[in-house]
Each structure stands twice: as C-alpha cells, then as structure tokens.
C-alpha cells in the first residue's frame, strides 16, 4: 500500500506534534479497526481521544494535586496579599514576593506548577484538533481513497469544475478554506476540498466528473454502502455533514430520526462540556475582599457558562465528527475527574508537603545548593525588608531616614555598631569589631 502525504498541518509547534505523535496513534487506531472489519472514522475518534487522555492523564492528576495544595495554601498566600495590599513600593513589593515565596518553600511547590502541566497539555489537545480535522492527511487508507478520486478530476479538467464551482456551498466553502493548498499541491488541496464536501454536494461533483464507478482495493468509493459511506458513518450520521446540513437533508427525506441524532450531536456537546466544566476543581473561595482576585471568579464563572453554548453552537455548524470529538473528550474528561476527585480525597496532603519538600531540597542539594541556608537567607532577607529584623533599621528604611535628616545616618550606625560588638564581645570602636560588623551584615543579608 502506498503512503499518501497530504496537506497536513505546518505550525512549528503543532505541526510535528501532529504529524510524528497524533496522526501516527490515529493512524495504526483506524488500521486496526480495519483488521477486524469495522474501519469507521467515528469510533476511531472515540478511541483516539481516550488513548490521548490516558496518556495525558498523570499530567493532570500532578495539576489537580496542585490545585489541592494551592487550596490549603490560600489563607497564607491571602494573608500575604492583605498585609501588602497598600504598599506599592518596591521593597515592600519585594518583601511580599519573598514571603510568598517562603509559602510555597514550605509546601515544596512552585508558583509554576499547575503551568507546567498545562504547557504540555495544550499543544497536545490543539494538534488533536487538527488531525481529526483532517483525517485523510493523517491516515493513510482514507487518504489512498481519496487520491483515486482526487487523479480522476485531475485527469479531467485538473479540478476546475471543482474550484471554480461557486453554486455548491460546501465545495465553495472548501476551496475558499484550501486554496492555499490547491496552489502548492494540486492532488492533496483536492483531497481536501472533497473532505469538507456534504453528501449532497459530493453526488454533484460525483456526477459531473463520473466518479461512481471508481473503487480502490476492490470497493467501490463513491454511493451507499461505498467505502466513503463506510468510514463517515456514524449511527446513521454521515459524519462528513454538519449537523445543519444533515437536519436539512432530513427534512427533506422524511428521516426524522435522523433529524433527532443530528440535533443531539450539538445538545449532547454542550451538556458534556457543562458536566465536565462542574466536577473539574475550582479555586478556594475568596474572602479576604480582593478586587482582582474577585474579577477573576467572576470571570470564569462567565466563561463556564459561556463555554458549553459556545460548544453547541460550533457542533450545529462544523462537520459531525468534530463534534462526536468534543463529546467524547467532554465525558472521558468527566470520567476521569471522578477518579481523580476519589484519589485527591484520599490524599494525605501532610504526606505529600513532606515528599514535595523532599524532592525540592534534593533537587537543590544535586545543584550543589544547601536548602536550609537557602531558606534561612530568604527569611533574613524578608525580615530586613520589612523592617521587623532585630539590632537594625532596613537599609531601605535607614535611606529614606538619611534623606530626610542627615544626622540620623550618625544614629543608625552607632546602634548598628553597639549591635554587633554586643553580639561578638568586640571592644567599641576596634577594627576587629568594625569588620565583623561588616562581614556579619553582608551574611545577615545575603550580600555578596
């Protein structure tokens, strides 16, 4: 069997994502439904996208730990932001930054951890999109088909009854999507275009071009029960067809229980997504009165709401088998948060500060960094830039009192002086007792 290449997707980022991982796991989930004699699109996109979020999924239990955690923390993070709320000075703004920092030492986290996760999921979930967008690209059967349509028009009149059609809506939607395409690669932008093609459309283009006789590897292509018929149809549903177009077509015929599938496809989409959107983890309440953090609730209980419409409304338009994707991801999602939901109730959150604490300092220790030192310079640091730091001002706060007077710079270092000779026996004065003030002020504060 000859491999086709057809046009798929280019993005630096999503584009090898697609073509090297994705469209190979699409690929060998339709040959094997092939080998056992059910070679349907639609259930291969349903274990297409449960096999991706299996195995994205300690990708997302590590998020939702996170979350956990990020939830027992938010009473000390708030407290932070409270005791900082009016000072937007610079050491103040510093000294915040460090005792939050401080905060997430202690529970062995980073402030990136639940990013961390999701920069690995998202180019993932798009390039997903992508190649079940379009499949012919990315298996190679359904492309193989396609190309012995796509010779035949090319043989023709090299498509031009095809691209320049302007009376079939789904090919003038198609040609305008691929033109691009068209003109790098004349077999693969056809191939494209005949992928987006409705069923009733495709009957035109069929007829004008005489492709009904044509078979590939001893099936006819093209009509009812063709291999086109076979791979797009999904419980009665041509999952080529936008729900739209398949109410339409419907009506027409008299089917109306294929109207009632084709209404559920959007309906279902949206209830899904909501499910799933209610049993994924929300953000700690927020008492502490702030504004922006309040902004940000309300805006994602906006955007809850907002998503599952939205959903239904791209499933009415965009060809059935995107849809059937965003059901089956909704639910294997919702499925997947139950279990997750029962692990992280059952967690030992001490536990798992105590290992995330274990790994942090071993992580540091490997880097020929001594994690307790570390935590003891923050500290100091935190304390001298807010000013609670015993025996002396914070530099910062003995500046502003020099700038205003002078002579209190005299003050300042005499109680800084009597501080260190105090604290190391140093007779008053003596060179000794000056250099270990200076060299024990540089270690207080971490000055190199």
């Not at 994705?22 to 094997?32: A, C, D, E, K, R």
């Not at 195995?55 to 956990?68: D, E, G, N, R, V």
């Not at 986290?109 to 992508?130: D, E, H, K, N, T």
């Amino acid at each position: 069997m000859n491999i086709v290449v057809l046009t798929q997707y280019g993005g630096k980022i999503l584009g090898p994502i697609a073509k090297y991982i994705l469209g190979p796991i699409l690929n060998g989930i339709f040959n094997l439904l092939d080998i056992i004699h059910i070679p349907n699109v639609g259930l291969a996109i349903i274990l297409f996208t449960i096999v991706i979020y299996l195995l994205l999924m300690p990708l997302t239990i590590k998020q939702q730990k996170f979350s956990k955690l990020q939830a027992k923390m938010q009473p000390e993070l708030q407290a932070i932001q409270n005791k900082y709320k009016n000072k937007k000075d610079q050491d103040s703004q510093m000294a915040m930054n460090q005792e939050t920092q401080a905060v997430y030492n202690k529970y062995g986290v980073s402030p990136m951890g639940s990013c961390v996760q999701l920069i690995i999921q998202m180019p993932i979930l798009f390039a997903l999109y992508r190649v079940i967008y379009s499949i012919p690209a990315y298996v190679t059967k359904i492309g193989n088909t396609f190309k012995v349509l796509a010779d035949k028009i090319i043989t023709q009149d090299e498509g031009q009854f095809l691209i320049n059609n302007t009376e079939l809506s789904s090919v003038a939607k198609a040609v305008k999507q691929y033109s691009g395409n068209i003109g790098k690669d004349l077999s693969n932008g056809i191939i494209d275009v005949l992928n987006n093609v409705s069923t009733t459309d495709m009957e035109v283009v069929s007829s004008h071009y005489g492709l009904g006789d044509l078979a590939y590897e001893g099936s006819t292509i093209l009509g009812k029960g063709g291999l086109l018929d076979k791979f797009n149809t999904f419980l009665g549903i041509n999952i080529i067809n936008s729900p739209s177009v398949t109410i339409t077509e419907a009506f027409k015929a008299g089917a109306y229980l294929l109207v009632i599938g084709a209404i559920l496809i959007p309906v279902l989409s949206a209830v899904t997504q909501w499910i799933s959107i209610k049993l994924a983890p929300t953000a700690a309440n927020n008492d502490s009165g702030n504004d922006q953090a309040n902004q940000m609730a309300s805006s994602m209980k906006a955007m809850n709401t907002f998503m599952p419409l939205f959903s239904a409304f791209i499933c009415f338009t965009l060809p059935a088998g995107l849809g059937i994707y965003w059901i089956a991801g909704a639910v294997v999602r919702s499925i997947e948060q139950v279990l997750i939901n029962k692990h992280i109730d059952k967690m030992d959150l001490e536990a798992e500060i105590k290992k995330n604490v274990d790994k942090r300092n071993a992580r540091l220790k490997k880097a020929g960094i001594d994690p307790e030192k570390l935590t003891r310079n923050a500290s100091i640091s935190t304390k001298a830039m807010s000013g609670s730091g015993s025996g002396s001002s914070s530099i910062a706060a003995a500046a502003k009192t020099v700038a205003k007077d002078p002579e209190k710079l005299k003050e300042e270092m005499a109680k800084a002086t009597e501080y260190y000779n105090k604290k190391n026996g140093e007779s008053a004065g003596s060179i000794t007792a000056k250099a270990n003030m200076v060299k024990q002020f540089n270690e207080k504060n971490n000055v190199q």
